[in-house]
């Protein structure tokens, strides 16, 4: 567990080098509890757990029919087949308190039990919100980034698809990305701390442009990309395999996909469509503006 962020201290949850940290390194699901030695950066990131997960998934052809409300004979359950996996798994992690943890995020909020365990005391370590974009990665993850990156076929319905073992691999996939995806909210509340008087200012005067360009840097967006082409290419690449004629070895990812996954989805500020929530989402701060005083 040396990994994770204690987000029972609100000095170490929102250090910005352990913010970093964390959007590179993320297990799917962690206890959030204090580190047992100072963190130092790992084998594996959080990158490659998105990277790694997805490679799985891609084994199995994209299959519309798991994503379509009606289409999977489901007893007492009117969603897709992969909104009740997904709610299934909800339920008994809901359980045992993942959701009250800050940084976890469910795609079924109002329908999961109390937990059990007794709960942990966590710090206000964002501003109190709810905002909660995971209908939009759903949306996202298997109306854009699935059909680019797996295989299409013709959907031989539940009784000939691999339906359980390809909804499995979308749950990890879409836990991971939410959890970067929602990560964000700790990079802009560590640097409003930062520069709490410049941050006040611009939303008081609602300066949605200013906010933007000082949580986002296109530069370090770039090498992000370029870094995440690469690990792709790597891990997507069987080392035994045979070359091909060109002398490369086959791809087991749509390297492309990926790429194109992180740039619109996790980094991209949205179209203009969805400019207004965002521009909600950046001025949900304001009322921050009397604890900075």
């Not at 854009?144 to 797996?150: E, F, G, K, R, V």
Request: aromatic letters at 10%; proline letters at 9%; a positive charge.
């Amino acid at each position: 567990m040396d990994t994770a962020i204690d987000l029972t201290d609100a000095s170490a949850a929102l250090d910005l080098g352990n913010i970093r940290y964390q959007l590179m390194y993320l297990p799917l699901y962690s206890v959030c509890v204090r580190p047992t030695r100072p963190l130092t950066p790992p084998a594996s990131r959080l990158e490659d757990t998105i990277i790694f997960y997805l490679i799985e998934r891609v084994q199995f052809s994209y299959s519309l029919s798991m994503y379509t409300p009606g289409s999977v004979d489901i007893p007492d359950f009117t969603g897709s087949f992969l909104d009740w996996m997904l709610l299934q798994q909800e339920r008994v992690h809901a359980q045992v308190r993942r959701y009250e943890a800050p940084d976890e995020y469910p795609f079924f909020p109002g329908q999961l039990p109390a937990p059990f365990l007794k709960p942990l005391s966590y710090p206000r370590l964002l501003h109190p919100n709810t905002i909660n974009i995971n209908e939009e990665i759903k949306d996202a993850y298997t109306s854009h980034i699935l059909p680019s990156a797996c295989a299409l076929h013709t959907d031989r319905g539940a009784g000939g698809e691999n339906y359980g073992s390809a909804a499995v691999m979308d749950v990890f996939c879409l836990q991971a990305l939410s959890r970067r995806i929602h990560f964000g909210k700790f990079v802009a509340e560590a640097k409003f701390r930062e520069r709490p008087e410049e941050f006040t200012a611009w939303i008081r005067e609602r300066n949605v442009n200013a906010l933007q360009d000082a949580i986002t840097k296109p530069a370090v967006e770039l090498q992000v990309l370029k870094r995440l082409e690469l690990k792709a290419r790597t891990y997507g690449t069987d080392p035994s395999a045979p070359a091909t004629d060109g002398g490369k070895k086959p791809l087991r990812i749509n390297v492309d996909a990926v790429v194109a996954m992180y740039r619109v989805g996790l980094l991209t500020p949205p179209p203009p469509k969805k400019k207004k929530k965002k521009k909600k989402k950046l001025l949900s701060g304001k009322e921050c503006i009397a604890d900075a005083k």
